[in-house]
């Protein structure tokens, strides 16, 4: 069984027991953005996936609906499921149980950011050798610029195993009990080096 297919596996293997919590927790949530800041309750945008694929991802609404982009801010509500995470539950039901996400990987994006952000540092395509995911080594960094970014995604793609998926994940629940920037794991990953990575 290839590294990918074992990934699958593992992705569900811890899926499918709790899909019954989280279509739950999604119906509530969805049910609080529906009396909080109306319809539409689901934003879905194209992405980019494993080998440059696109697909597109489901997120609950947390911006207002401004015609112009540039205008939408987000909502109250939106602010809170945003600071922790849970804006991005819709995924596990739909791109990851698809096969277009897995749980743990890159943040999967935009093809007018996949295409700048290759242009500022080449390495940033390496990402694209492992299926995007839900939360990743970057996201429970904080990781902020393409250097950086592209640093730990290469780490991850190198060093990927079920035991660092399942790390990166208890941290992300951690993260989204007490809020992203409490919970964010500090690193001292050097850039270049993505075998040197120090955990708290």
Known sequence: MSALARKRVFDLALLLPLVPLFALAVGALACGVWLCDGRPIFFTQPRIGQGRRLFHIVKLRTMTCEADPAARRP???????????????????VNVLRGDMSLVGPRPLTPADAERLIAEHPPFARRFDVPPGLTGLAQVCLAQGSALTAALDAAYAERRSALLDLRLLLR???MNLVGKRRGALRTTLPIGRPRHLSWP
Do not use: K, M, V
């Open 75 to 93: 909502t109250r509500f939106g602010r809170f499921l945003r600071q922790r995470g849970l804006d991005e539950l819709p995924q596990l039901l």
């Open 172 to 174: 992300t629940a951690w």
